[in-house]
């Protein structure tokens, strides 16, 4: 079974607008073909609608999060439906700053990613341990748990529209990345949960590792059997170095 690479950049809280703009100027010449690897941005929401419009033949743009109701008295969030009606593509959902920050938790990003599956958006679906858990050996269990809480009541054709991001806290944003065998073996762990869920259609969900990837530790990484891309924080700002991590996942 063979997988399309994604190589996903989560730009979190980073960059202002002239910034953003000329960030997708200068991938869009140079991006690999969407036939060979899929790329995307998530960008800040206030940047979604312009960075859209400039999108070009390969590029995908993304949100970073969305809150699960389509309306509401809710100040300062933003629904599917208006993530879905400028035109993006992908939502990460659960990302581990919103589970540590902002209260988000299993049953919130349960219901996000079924309300990201109705309006037609991608579901990026983030999950990962502690340094903790995975000094206490635990990490398989609660990634496990994560990934059934996420995907209650998701059928498998559903689940065929998600992707999962594995991303270890301790990696995030520290430089610390784990190593290519750590991340595979857990992402295989969670392709075994997938594959409890929906039989032989796990094979057909791609997994992405994230947490400190850059262009040193791509190729290793992308050599791995199921990891299927990168969801990448900090090099995901350079667009020489995005352009590097995407070019690394053409024909992997
Ligand atoms: P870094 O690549 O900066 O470690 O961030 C990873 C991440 O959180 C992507 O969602």
């Known amino acids: 079974m063979s997988r399309k690479k994604l190589i996903a950049g989560n730009w979190k809280m980073y960059k202002v607008k002239d910034d953003a703009l000329e960030f997708i100027y200068r991938v869009n010449l140079d991006v690999p073909s969407k036939d060979a690897v899929d790329t995307v941005i998530c960008a800040p929401a206030i940047y979604l609608r312009d960075l859209v419009k400039r999108e070009g033949e390969n590029l995908r743009i993304g949100a970073q ?35 540590a920050y902002y209260n988000e938790t299993d049953e919130t990003v349960n219901l996000k990613v079924k309300a990201a599956i109705a ?14 858990i995975r000094e206490a050996g635990t990490t398989d269990a609660v990634v496990r748990e994560q990934v059934i809480k996420a995907y209650k009541d998701v059928s498998k054709e559903d689940a065929l529209k998600t992707v999962v991001a594995y991303e270890p806290i301790w990696a995030i944003g520290t430089g610390k ?20 869920l929906y039989n032989d259609a796990a094979d057909e969900i791609r997994i992405l590792y994230g947490g400190s990837v850059n262009v040193k530790n791509v190729e290793a990484l992308l050599s791995e059997s199921d990891i299927d891309g990168a969801l990448v924080g900090g090099a995901s700002l350079d667009p020489e170095a995005f352009l590097f991590l995407a070019n690394a996942a053409v024909d992997k």
Request: one cysteine or more; hydrophobic letters at 35%; glycine letters at 8%.
């Open 65 to 99: 999060n969305m809150h699960y109701l389509e309306e509401g008295a809710y100040t300062g969030e933003i629904s599917p439906n208006m993530i879905k009606t400028v035109g993006v593509t992908y939502v990460i959902l659960g990302h581990s700053e919103r589970r």
């Open 177 to 196: 990345t784990a190593t290519p065998t750590q991340a595979n073996d857990t992402i295989k762990a969670i392709r075994g949960v997938l594959r409890e």
């Open 119 to 132: 309006h037609q958006l991608i579901p990026i679906v983030c999950v990962g341990e502690s340094l903790e």
